[in-house]
């Protein structure tokens, strides 16, 4: 019987509150959660986990702000969206954080409507991050009216196939079947197959999902 696994997206938590942890725990139960109490360990976390996305409270441990590691955590994955959370941030504040090109994508006040950060997940996961690279690049593609054989076009169109291929992924407890993939974007396996292992790569599936990633695709089959 082969060993299936559910592929889930990741989160990175910046919470210095283990009260604040467990409601975070137990709405996010869908998601591989990584937490840590600091800003200067989520910069270290990133490397690591490579998350999805960071869900970042305002108020950390050593007196640290998570406003003031924003710039750092975008520089360091500019694809990754942000939550920020506090209880603390006045409206103007609020908007800073909002504003620029390595700012959060949403604000949330404590306490926390569960409901409310669930549904705020949901959206950074599916329209924002990498979904929004892809769809920024396309857009750019079209400005200049790149011509569909062109070599940004392709390294454009794979892009949003791995994006794809990622959606379909997750939530689900079987393994990829090639075959099926290459029907459905109309590519080689061999195309397939190197989807998948630079998707693993990048640490945006584990290597569970596919061990063979690391080894040469031999025989196609």
């Not at 600091?38 to 702000?65: C, F, H, Q, Y």
């Not at 750019?140 to 892009?159: M, Q, Y």
Request: charged fraction near 30%.
């Amino acid at each position: 019987m082969t060993e299936t696994m559910e592929i889930l997206a990741s989160i990175l938590i910046v919470e210095d509150d283990p009260k604040q942890l467990k409601l975070y725990a137990k709405a996010l139960r869908g998601y591989r959660l990584t937490c840590v109490s600091s800003g200067t360990a989520a910069l270290k976390a990133m490397v690591e986990t490579k998350p999805d996305l960071i869900i970042l409270d305002n108020v950390l441990e050593g007196g640290e702000r998570g406003v003031d590691f924003l710039s750092k955590l975008k520089s360091a994955a500019a694809h990754v969206p942000i939550i920020l959370i506090s209880g603390m941030l006045k409206v103007r504040e609020q908007l800073a954080a909002l504003q620029g090109a390595r700012s959060a994508h949403f604000t949330m006040e404590k306490p926390v409507d569960l409901d409310e950060l669930d549904r705020t997940v949901e959206i950074a996961l599916t329209e924002c991050g990498f979904a929004e690279t892809v769809a920024a690049l396309q857009s750019l593609e079209r400005a200049e009216k790149i011509d569909a054989s062109e070599p940004d076009r392709r390294f454009t169109e794979r892009l949003a196939r791995q994006y794809q291929i990622i959606k379909r992924l997750r939530g689900v407890a079987d393994r990829p079947n090639i075959s099926e993939f290459s029907r459905d974007f109309n590519v080689s396996r061999k195309t397939i197959i190197r989807d998948l292992k630079d998707i693993i790569r990048r640490k945006q599936l584990p290597e569970e999902i596919y061990p063979e990633w690391n080894q040469e695709a031999a025989d196609e089959g």
